[in-house]
């Protein structure tokens, strides 16, 4: 069981920013992609922002790009969100995960194997 832990989260106004961090261990941080997803109550997961080992090619979901950056620092393992312009329906429990995906499924959480315990990201209007 690799070892995920996010932090950040918080109850924020709409227009404001945030920015999420998830510490991963060594062998996390060796998998394909680490990506960002959040789940709203009732609704399904949804992939926000996943960045590749290597070369950090980076993908967004429709929803957040131009707003949201996703970002890796491989010396302290961690890979930040940044989010800015937030919205109310960025509300939802944020979650960071590590697999050997590949690019085309980078945002799709059912190829992720490993998951932190997630971060609440509350935004007001």
């Known amino acids: 069981q690799e070892l995920l832990m996010e932090s950040g989260g918080d109850s924020v106004q709409a227009g404001r920013s945030l920015r999420l961090s998830c510490a991963i261990s060594?062998?996390?941080?060796?998998?394909?992609?680490i990506a960002w997803f959040r789940q709203y109550s009732g609704k399904e997961r949804e992939g926000v922002a996943a960045?590749?080992?290597?070369?950090?090619?980076?993908f967004y979901s429709d929803s957040v790009k131009g707003r949201f950056t996703i970002s890796r620092d491989n010396t302290k393992k961690i890979v930040f969100l940044q989010m800015n312009s937030l919205k109310p329906e960025d509300t939802g429990l944020y979650y960071c995960?590590?697999?050997?995906?590949?690019?085309?499924?980078?945002?799709?959480?059912?190829?992720?194997?490993?998951w932190g315990l997630g971060t609440q990201v509350t935004v007001s209007s």
């Open positions: 060594d062998s996390a941080s060796q998998k394909s992609y």
């Open positions: 960045i590749s080992t290597g070369l950090e090619q980076k």
């Open positions: 995960a590590a697999g050997y995906v590949l690019w085309q499924d980078a945002l799709k959480p059912e190829y992720y194997t490993d």
